[in-house]
């Protein structure tokens, strides 16, 4: 069975652009969460999804947004890159809410 | 207070030793309680879920649950070299996928 796949894995960006992230979960897996990872913030929540609706926000500015489309794919996308958005993103999916989640690769962000 | 807390640790362990994490939370609505391993560089890696009180045993690893005391632990037994890692604690609501993680304890195992 293949596990939750995040897209591209490294990215290098300048600051203002805007970004978009991929993630597809393990097949039958309806709930996909988001996460961002820095070594002095340590693991914070962005956002969770269920069959297509955002059900949890995490707190983070309106630049960050995410949808997950009928396949249960996700994407995240960040507007007016700045310099501290510089993380590891992680994608995780769950069978159901409250289940056990799997994480992605993750992709690696650098803002310049 | 945090809403999961872990000691940072280094937690330093000989070779075949029992290492033993600890972790609480804040929230008494809380469902579901999750250990993941990260090796640097890595995504975290599922090792143990619990749901309900008591020990939950997978190899040489055993999950502790008291929700009482609000209170996580994992006890890796005979660890190894290849243990040595950051053992993050998560803990999931009521009816939701968000994850709250610990700030994860550094485990180091000594030959």
């Known amino acids: 069975k293949a596990g939750v796949t995040q897209t591209p894995r490294y990215l290098i960006k300048t600051r203002g652009q805007q970004v978009t992230l991929s993630c597809s979960p393990i097949s039958g897996h309806r709930s996909v969460s988001w996460y961002q990872q820095t070594p002095g913030q340590g693991l914070q929540f962005l956002f969770e999804?269920?069959?297509?609706?955002?059900?949890n926000k995490g707190n983070f500015p309106g630049r960050f947004s995410g949808r997950q489309f009928s396949n249960s794919r996700s994407e995240m996308n960040v507007s007016t890159l700045e310099l501290g958005d510089s993380a590891l993103y992680l994608c995780?999916?769950?069978?159901?809410?409250?289940?056990?989640?799997?994480f992605g690769q993750g992709t690696r962000l650098t803002v310049v | 207070q945090k809403e999961v807390e872990q000691n940072s640790g280094p937690l330093s362990v000989p070779e075949g030793a029992i290492a033993s994490l600890n972790c609480t939370y804040s929230?008494?609505?809380?469902?579901?309680f999750f250990w993941y391993r990260q090796y640097s560089g890595k995504s975290p890696e599922l090792i143990m879920s619990i749901y309900s009180n008591g020990d939950k045993e997978d190899g040489r690893f055993t999950a502790q649950l008291n929700k009482a005391s609000q209170y996580v632990s994992l006890l890796i037994r005979d660890s190894q070299p290849s243990d040595s890692a950051t053992y993050l604690c998560?803990?999931?609501?009521?009816?939701?996928?968000?994850?709250?993680f610990g700030q994860g304890t550094t485990l180091q195992v000594k030959p």
């Open positions: 929230d008494r609505g809380s469902q579901s």
């Open positions: 995780a999916s769950s069978l159901l809410a409250y289940t056990e989640a799997f």
């Open positions: 998560a803990v999931k609501g009521s009816n939701t996928g968000k994850l709250i």
């Open positions: 999804y269920f069959s297509e609706t955002q059900r």
